[in-house]
């Protein structure tokens, strides 16, 4: 597809932040300007390659490559302008339509309108207009249908038209839903749950399988509404294939998706909060007190801790870089507790510390959030290095440290 300056200037616009991580790329400290990561353009051993969410760009200090988000896509993809671009208007769920007028311009829904002249929408103030910063919310990205604000804090730009709420058709859901996957497969083969634990977490996460084998890890909010899902490909060993990145329903189903349609993501397994505030127990029984709900990163602890610990409500924010204090909001009246992965600098535990001290101040929770520093206490310096998260601590013989 060809793309017009003005739309280039746009998928430019996207957070850094929010490109590296849909790259695969783990990001390092917890600073809103500047963060670290691995280079995958040569053979890193310590994060060289520097992201910078102000200027929105990134700079390897060891093999000197940098640019801005198109160009990183290019070079870590190693894909050509056009298919970089193709790339971050499917991975971002960005709608490029025809804009009135001209069939050789376009728009992308969810940015600052043209103007009838066809230059971009300046702010009031006189700033130029700029995206929402990636490290006010980490996972949402600047299609979210939220007004943009200029750097001098004035409105950048009215407020998309015609958005439309992200949420998917709910047959979807109830089709994909099997037993088949690779994924449940191999956690039964694994040891982590029986045939029967397995039947319970199927029904009660709605797990889906794709055509091709990878499990469904459906997004659904507590008005049972469908955000997107999630498709992921694993081993027999219950490991998730690192060649093959995760893939998102809305996007396979970009050309039959509304115009203006805009994508909320939401913590899998959000939909097991109950409109009476109790929540629902693996076994499918009501609890009989106010629940505890459980936040890990990774879907797959969440489903198998689920069967062991049934007494409470085990949620995943899906990554690292995922956990954001917008996605806790839905958890206000709730007691949570937080469990990070680690890793030998504590990185996660520090990151995932700073939004919860984010969320406190934005949002107003009944109980404090809490987060669980059993790993960062518990784990071996090899098991760090490994960056193992909860269900491989207890299923390497800790039980009785938790």
């Not at 290019?74 to 490029?96: G, T």
């Not at 929408?121 to 910063?133: F, L, M, N, Q």
């Not at 939909?271 to 797959?300: A, F, Q, T």
Request: overall charge neutral; some cysteine; glycine content about 6%.
């Amino acid at each position: 597809m060809t793309y017009d300056t003005v739309t280039i200037q746009r998928l430019r616009a996207l957070p850094v932040f929010s490109v590296a991580s849909h790259l695969g790329m783990t990001l390092y400290g917890t600073g809103h300007t500047c963060r670290r990561c691995l280079c995958p353009l040569h053979d890193d051993h310590h994060p060289s390659l520097h992201l910078n969410a102000p200027r929105n760009i990134f700079k390897c200090f060891s093999c000197g490559k940098g640019g801005d988000v198109i160009s990183l896509v290019m070079q870590v993809r190693s894909l050509s302008f056009p298919d970089a671009c193709e790339w971050l208007v499917r991975e971002f769920c960005v709608s490029v339509t025809p804009s009135e007028g001209s069939g050789k311009r376009y728009v992308v829904s969810g940015y600052p309108q043209q103007s009838t002249c066809g230059e971009p929408v300046e702010s009031t103030c006189g700033e130029p207009a700029c995206p929402e910063p990636a490290e006010r919310a980490g996972w949402v990205e600047p299609t979210c249908g939220e007004p943009v604000e200029s750097t001098c804090g004035e409105p950048a730009c009215p407020e998309p038209a015609e958005s439309i709420e992200s949420t998917l058709n709910v047959q979807l859901v109830t089709k994909s839903m099997s037993v088949k996957s690779e994924f449940c497969k191999s956690v039964v083969s694994c040891g982590y749950l029986t045939e029967q634990q397995l039947q319970h977490a199927v029904q009660r996460y709605r797990l889906g399988k794709s055509r091709d084998g990878g499990v469904v890890f459906w997004q659904i909010d507590e008005r049972q509404q469908v955000r997107t899902g999630k498709v992921m490909y694993y081993l027999p060993d219950c490991h998730r294939i690192k060649t093959r990145n995760p893939t998102w329903v809305h996007t396979l189903l970009k050309n039959s998706l509304p115009k203006g349609f805009t994508l909320h993501r939401c913590l899998f397994g959000q939909h097991l909060l109950m409109s009476d505030g109790r929540g629902e127990r693996s076994d499918g029984r009501s609890m009989n007190r106010e629940p505890v709900i459980c936040i890990v990163e990774s879907e797959k602890t969440a489903v198998i801790c689920s069967e062991h610990f049934p007494d409470c409500i085990w949620m995943a924010c899906g990554g690292l870089q995922m956990l954001s204090a917008p996605m806790l909001q839905p958890l206000t009246p709730y007691k949570v507790v937080i469990f990070p992965d680690t890793d030998p600098q504590g990185d996660t535990f520090r990151r995932w510390t700073a939004v919860c001290q984010d969320a406190r101040k934005q949002y107003h929770f009944r109980y404090p959030l809490r987060i669980s520093s059993i790993l960062e206490l518990h784990t071996t310096a090899e098991q760090k290095q490994r960056k193992i998260d909860l269900i491989d601590f207890l299923f390497e013989g800790h039980t009785d440290s938790s």
